[in-house]
């Protein structure tokens, strides 16, 4: 059974940094594509970024590129959301999605069927 388990949230000024780190168990994080999906108050879910499978292709939300980096780490079986120059717009709840081969894009948030709990970040003003 595939599981995956964010840390790394927490509550940080506007204009600083924060890395968040989703550990992947049941499967080999080197075959799974992994999607950051975040959550604000009263909102939707927004896709964030992702990186693909082959661990080389990333893709990320037009409000975060730039500022957000996505990275994996295979002996950790962990993928990483490195975010700096946060915004208080930033503020929600991000998930972490993972899906094994499949043609999608990475930003189709439906396609990814193993999901996280979710970790909190709050940018204060």
């Known amino acids: 059974q595939v599981q995956l388990v964010e840390s790394g949230g927490g509550v940080v000024q506007a204009g600083g940094s924060l890395r968040l780190s989703c550990v992947v168990s049941?499967?080999?994080?080197?075959?799974?594509?992994v999607a950051w999906v975040r959550q604000g108050p009263g909102e939707g879910r927004e896709f964030v970024g992702a990186i693909h499978w082959n661990g080389v292709t990333t893709n990320y939300a037009d409000s975060v590129k730039g500022r957000f980096t996505i990275s994996r780490g295979n002996a950790e079986n962990t993928v990483y959301l490195q975010m700096t120059s946060l915004k208080p717009e930033d503020t929600a709840v991000y998930y972490c999605?993972?899906?094994?081969?499949?043609?999608?894009?990475?930003?189709?948030?439906?396609?990814?069927?193993?999901w996280g709990q979710g970790t909190q970040v709050t940018v204060s003003s």
């Open positions: 999605a993972g899906r094994q081969h499949g043609a999608y894009l990475l930003s189709y948030i439906e396609s990814y069927n193993y």
């Open positions: 049941g499967r080999a994080v080197s075959i799974l594509s």
